[in-house]
Nanobody, 127 residues
Framework: QLQLVESGGGLVQPGESLTLSCLVS?????????IGWFRQAPGKEREGLSC????????FYADSVKGRFAISRDNAKNTAFLRMDNLKLGDTARYYC???????????????????WGSGTEVTVSS
């Protein structure tokens, strides 16, 4: 059973940056799992943002964050990251990482495809 723990959220002003981390544990080979990032704002559905393949060679982004967010992973440290630049008020949400029992990011923004989830970290963008 895989466990995921997100960290790095906080309160920032518009235009600032944050880097979220997703620590993965409990699996035998972390590169067997694609990792995705989602967010959910109050009253809204969970939104898929990005995904990185097991090897880290392939990355995918939703149009809403393309060019501002960057996903990466360090399999030696069992950790995936989401760097978020030029944050906007609309980025305020709870951010979750998820893992798929596959190294590929097919349908990366489809939440039911993910097999494991963390409990999330809160990001608030406010002036």
């Amino acid at each position: 059973q895989l466990q995921l723990v997100e960290s790095g959220g906080g309160l920032v002003q518009p235009g600032e940056s944050l880097t979220l981390s997703c620590l993965v544990s409990g699996g035998s080979t972390v590169d067997s799992y694609a990792i995705g990032w989602f967010r959910q704002a109050p009253g809204k559905e969970r939104e898929g943002l990005s995904c990185i393949s097991g090897t880290g060679r392939s990355t995918f982004y939703a149009d809403s964050v393309k060019g501002r967010f960057a996903i990466s992973r360090d399999n030696a440290k069992n950790t995936a990251f989401l760097r978020m630049d030029n944050l906007k008020l609309g980025d305020t949400a709870r951010y979750y990482c998820g893992a798929v029992k596959s190294p590929e990011c097919y349908y990366f923004d489809y939440a039911p495809r993910y097999d494991f989830w963390g409990s999330g970290t809160e990001v608030t963008v406010s002036s």
